[in-house]
C-alpha cells in the first residue's frame, strides 16, 4: 500500500472513531462534521474526501459494527433449535444483546431510516439486506419444515418482524430498557406474528 494510501486509511479510520464517540455520546443530530473533524484531528475537508455526508459516516460506522454481529450469527445460527418462533426469539434476542451495548448509536441508525434528506448511499437501519435475509432465510426454513405457511407472503413477514423489532427500541429511548425486557417484548410481538404465519388447516382436511 502506498504512503498516501495508508494515510487515507488511517484518516478515514479516525473520522469513523470519533463519529462513533461523539454519535453515542452527543447524539447523532447534535452532532456537526465539524466536532467529528475536531476529534479526529483532521479537516473539515479531509472528512469530506472521504465521505459524502454525516449519513455516510453514520452508515460505514453501523456497517463496521454489523460485521462483528453478522459474525456472530452466522457462528450460531447452525446451533438454535426448536420451532421457526423460537428460532427467530433466539435471533432477536442475539440483536438486542448487541445492539444495547451502544444502545444511542442504534437509535441514530433507526431514526437515519426516516430521514428524508439521506443520500441514496446512506444505508440506515432496513436499508442493509443482512438482517432482512437472516430473518428470511428463518421464515423459509419455517416453511420446509411446515410450520410456516406455504402460501405465506415471507417479504411481508420480514417487513412485520423488523418492524415490530425497531419499535421496541422505543422502550430504551423512553425508559432506559435493557436487552433482556426489549427481548421479552419482542417474543409476544413475534407470538402474535406466528399466529399469522402459521399454515392453515385444508378445509378438505
Known amino acids: 500500500m502506498s504512503v498516501r494510501k495508508t494515510q487515507k486509511e488511517a484518516t478515514r479510520q479516525r473520522v469513523l472513531d470519533a463519529a462513533r464517540e461523539l454519535f453515542e455520546s452527543k447524539g447523532y443530530d447534535t452532532t456537526t462534521v465539524r466536532e467529528i473533524a475536531q476529534l479526529a484531528a483532521v479537516s473539515v475537508g479531509s472528512v469530506f474526501t472521504t465521505f459524502s455526508s454525516k449519513g455516510d459516516i453514520l452508515s460505514q460506522v453501523m456497517a463496521d459494527r454489523l460485521d462483528a454481529l453478522y459474525g456472530e ?4 445460527a447452525p446451533h438454535l433449535r426448536g420451532s421457526t418462533s ?9 440483536h438486542y444483546a448487541f445492539e444495547t451495548r451502544r444502545t444511542r448509536l442504534f437509535l441514530a ?3 437515519a431510516a426516516y430521514n428524508w434528506a439521506l443520500t441514496p448511499s446512506s444505508r440506515p437501519y432496513g436499508r442493509n439486506p443482512r438482517l432482512r435475509n437472516v430473518i428470511r432465510d ?7 419444515r411446515g410450520d410456516v405457511d406455504p ?4 417479504d411481508l413477514m420480514v417487513d412485520a418482524l423488523m418492524a ?4 421496541t427500541y422505543r422502550l430504551a429511548a423512553w425508559e ?3 436487552a433482556e425486557t426489549m427481548s ?3 417474543d409476544r410481538h413475534i407470538g402474535l406474528i406466528a399466529d399469522g404465519f402459521r399454515p392453515r388447516p385444508s378445509e378438505n382436511a
Open 73 to 76: 450469527l452466522d457462528r450460531l
Open 164 to 167: 415490530s423489532y425497531a419499535w
Open 138 to 144: 428463518c421464515l423459509a426454513e419455517g416453511k420446509a
Open 184 to 186: 421479552a417484548v419482542m
Open 109 to 111: 441508525h433507526i431514526a
Open 176 to 178: 432506559n430498557a435493557d
Open 151 to 154: 402460501a405465506g407472503d415471507l
Open 86 to 94: 423460537d428460532r427467530l426469539r433466539s435471533i432477536f434476542a442475539i
